[in-house]
């Protein structure tokens, strides 16, 4: 019970680590004169740490130890989520088709590649579609942000109709 009121200790290996994602975050932000590389330097390196830091927690024991546990489920979960958008990605990229389910809509019956930036500049905004990708069985597939992580782009699912 006297751990649990103790002070927690930052070893030299968590000090290493801190100084480098931290130095790495500076780096980043002053080549590209921009915050947010930073913030995401410094995001990554407490995302790295959260396994040791849930161990050392639980290890405490106390109340600490539901902290610990809380801290390891989160980080199984955005790892399995970050799993699940790379299995995406790949998905989206090399495979035959892609599942209705996964995409935002429906375009219906398109019939040439112009009459999909009619249709969907709306849903896309001001800069309209960024990828089409033709699959086969005539399905088109529209993305609109192909850069950003798949929850937080919008995907849109349409098919070849006829050319007359």
Known sequence: MLNAFK??????????CAGLYLSMGAFL??????????????????FMSMPS???????????WRSAGIAVAILFGSLLLWAC????ER??????DTYPAWLSNGDLGSVKAAENIYGQVEHLCGHSGPRMIDYKSHGQIVLRCDPSAFWP????????QGDAQ
């Open 29 to 46: 932000a002053i080549e590209s004169k921009s915050w947010s590389p930073f913030f995401g330097a410094v995001l990554f390196g407490l």
């Open 53 to 63: 830091i849930s161990l050392a927690t639980i290890r405490r024991g106390g109340h």
């Open 84 to 87: 699940a958008g790379v299995a």
């Open 90 to 95: 790949l998905y989206f990229l090399h495979g």
């Open 7 to 16: 002070k927690p200790e930052i070893g030299f290996p968590q000090q290493i």
């Open 152 to 159: 937080f782009t919008r995907t849109y699912v349409g098919h």
